[in-house]
């Protein structure tokens, strides 16, 4: 089964910037839609933002302007950069395949990420 491991989390002032790196064994994420998904302590995990095969990329307004999704196909790693960011934007953030997500891979561990005002 495909394994997914995030890092690049970290501890950040509010209007700091932080990169999340996802690296994916295997070579399979170019052929899937991939996302970043965030989970705010005692809330459910929300999608952030979505990354195609294609390289079209959606996001929540809530990160909409500040966050953006790349991917690096040869080094089958998915990042998120993260801008501007908002004491809300704290939690603890995984990767996933936009469709079934927990069919395509089980969740890592996650990257905290915690922005202090």
């Known amino acids: 089964q495909v394994q997914l491991v995030e890092s690049g989390g970290g501890l950040v002032q509010a209007g700091g910037s932080l990169r999340v790196s996802c690296a994916a064994s295997?070579?399979?994420?170019?052929?899937?839609?991939m996302g970043w998904y965030r989970q705010p302590p005692g809330k459910q995990r929300e999608l952030v933002a979505s990354?195609?095969?294609?390289?079209?990329?959606n996001y929540a307004d809530s990160v909409k302007g500040r966050f953006t999704i790349s991917r690096d196909n040869a080094k089958n790693t998915v990042y998120l950069q993260m801008n501007s960011l908002k004491p809300e934007d704290t939690a603890v953030y995984y990767c996933?395949?936009?469709?079934?997500?927990?069919?395509?891979?089980?969740w890592g561990q996650g990257t905290q990420v915690t922005v202090s005002s």
């Open positions: 996933n395949a936009l469709l079934n997500p927990g069919a395509f891979a089980s």
């Open positions: 295997g070579s399979i994420i170019s052929f899937v839609d």
């Open positions: 990354i195609t095969t294609d390289d079209r990329t």
